[in-house]
């Protein structure tokens, strides 16, 4: 058991900085992700936690102790990479047993150790196999009971389920979150794949470019982010972005001109003097005719061209064209939305503007539909620093939803209380807690 801290941790190769001043604090038994785009320093971070990675400044800390110097073999980590290359001659119980035997254990707590990590990870009825013989879930358990054997007080895991297949990837997520719950062991987690970040972590950090943007709770990052990149790198589909002005409590979209809802009134000023751009999740369109009357009164209805369905069933993704005049004239959402496309995040095609609705509705490709959208969702974000312009108020309106996380931890948790000010017969019934749709069409 371990709680590890990273204070101002950076590393330059020649002219690059790869991870830049990052400070995290990774709690006794937490599960950390840490997640961004190929290239955002993800691993160099990992490597320079296990020791693996020179630090150019800054510091290590494990336990209170500063490791930053010291050798990986002095700091009883595990790590499991991507690429988990299990000896091919061993069998299971060789491949598992091999760190131990390295350590000249004595038999009987070799013998004792491999058999409990077995249990744990069903392995049992395979210890004589050899790695050719296995699939790849059952190869990445392997992989995973070499590091437990250990019991090292932290796991650092880099990418483990990339090589999965993705039904396997599902199933093998699972498992790794149960065998975390279970054993309690501190796991530092490094994926590019925010379904996954979203699914296992206790808390998430996101870096861009090797730094960090925000530490959080899943739900957290989902309901308040902290800028234009954490909203559209998290979430799938993901957000839709348009520019806006701000004109009074007027705001003027693309598509539609609507009032800021009665919460946001008073803060409005927040908005003035500023190019906003405005973030608005697909869950937060509706098919106008499947929403209720009351609902329809905090939000707005328009029209908009569809060109694109994709019904899955349980869910109806709807694409649908927005004219803009030119772009939005933000240099920071062009840079962040280049990004996201070339890191797969956002496809082509989202550049349309993708709705979720009720798989009820009768909307069809080609037609000019209605669509509404719920204005008391929306986040604005300032368009050249790409900050969110309303973080307190977006805090304000998660935070029921936040205080019932046991998850949410006090260094990142929403700091006010909800709003006494706040009008609260007025707050429509909103949309569930967005959690982002398990199924991403977008493969
Ligand atoms: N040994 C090295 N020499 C020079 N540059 C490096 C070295 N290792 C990493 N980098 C650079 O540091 C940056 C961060 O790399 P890192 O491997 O940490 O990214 P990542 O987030 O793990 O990406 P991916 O998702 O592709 O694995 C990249 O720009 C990379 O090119
Ligand atoms: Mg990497």
Redesign the pocket.
Known sequence: MSEIKLVGVT?R??D?V??DHVDLDIADGEFMI?V????????????MIAGL?DVSDGQVLIDGKDVTGSAPRDRNLAMVF?SYALYPHLTVRGNMEFPLKLKKMPRKEIDERVSRAAASLELQDLLDRKPAQLSGGQRQRVAMGRAIVREPSAFLL??PLSNLDAQLRVQTRAELGELQERLKTTTVY?T?DQTEAMTLGDRVAV?RK?RLQQVGPPKELYLIPANVFVAGFIGSPGMNFFPATVDGTTVKLPMVEYELPARLADRSELLHGTHVVVGIRPEHFEDVGLVGRAERQAGVGFTAKVERLEWLGSELFVHFRVETSGDTGSETLREVVDELGA?GVRGEHEMLTVARIDPASDIAEGDEAKFWLNTDRIHYFDADTGENLLQKADEIRAGDHLDADPSSTDDAGPAEPADPAEPAASVPPSVPPSVPPAVSPHG
């Open positions: 590393r190769f020649a690059d790869a991870v840490l961004g785009p190929s290239g955002s320093g993800k691993s160099t971070v990992l490597r990675e991507q880099d990418e490094v590019h870096l090797g890191s």
